[in-house]
């Protein structure tokens, strides 16, 4: 779904990746790309739309996980930002919930996805959008939020092997960010696997106050022909996951994809 000021929600659907992309406005960067990652937990907390307006004001992507599309979040995200795309994953009595992207432009290309939880039987979300550059690349950016109860890691894999399609056969930068629920080791040795095939990196962060459970983080921020300038994780109550905050510029050398 398209939350964009003034206009009716519009439904969205899977975009042609193979072929030739139109033209469309870039990111405002200014030569430095920021972005904002939060599991916001339906907004179930005080002060989340504080901390959104502190925060992701700055940002030119926000990637927000397990958004539930109340009047508050709709409007914060339509006075902010040009475009919002939400994928629900399943449907609250009144309002979605999914992953969201917030951006301050418009998309170029859009792929929602939904992967069932074995156990719960409950859908999980992942949003893939492109955007221009000022440099005249595209960026791809990935927001997830990966499934949680299952056995063994065949249905999380099965996640993520459709955006690694998509992120091999993207030639420009990428950014792969959310809530991953990589508690296990068999998951984050599977996560990493993943990001290795497909030559991305991890951010990291100094003072890593992320989310963890079972001892291993369940937030993270990958990128490919990007640099990475600062990395930091707010600390706050507003939810029950600490906001991620990373500010990217392009990268000068010739991309390594």
Known sequence: MRYVAGQPVERIFPGPIHQQLPLGAA????????????????????????????????????????????????????????????????????????????????PVYCCPLREREPLLRLAKSALITVYP?????????????????SLGIDVY???????????????????????????????INALYQFAEDI???????????RRKAFGRPLDFVFYRNLG?????????QASDHNPLLVEFHPETEKPIW
């Open 27 to 106: 990111l405002p960067t200014s030569g430095a790309l920021r972005v904002m990652v939060w599991n916001i937990f339906k907004q179930q907390r005080a002060d989340w739309l504080s901390v959104l307006k502190d925060f992701g004001k700055d940002a030119q992507l926000v990637l927000l996980q397990e958004a539930q599309t109340t009047p508050e979040l709709v409007s914060f995200a339509t006075s902010n930002y040009l475009a919002a795309d939400q994928v629900p994953a399943f449907v609250l009595p009144q309002h979605p919930s999914g992953v969201m992207t917030l951006a301050a432009t418009h």
């Open 133 to 149: 550059l000022y440099n005249g690349q595209l960026l791809m950016v990935v927001n997830i939020h990966a499934v949680n109860f």
């Open 157 to 187: 894999s099965k996640q993520l092997d459709p955006i690694g399609e998509q992120i091999s056969n993207h030639k420009g930068p990428v950014i792969m960010a959310g809530d991953f629920n990589a508690w296990s080791r068999k998951r």
């Open 228 to 236: 990475v300038v600062e990395a930091s994780v707010l600390v706050t």
């Open 199 to 209: 030559a991305l990196k991890e951010v990291s962060f100094t003072n890593d106050h």
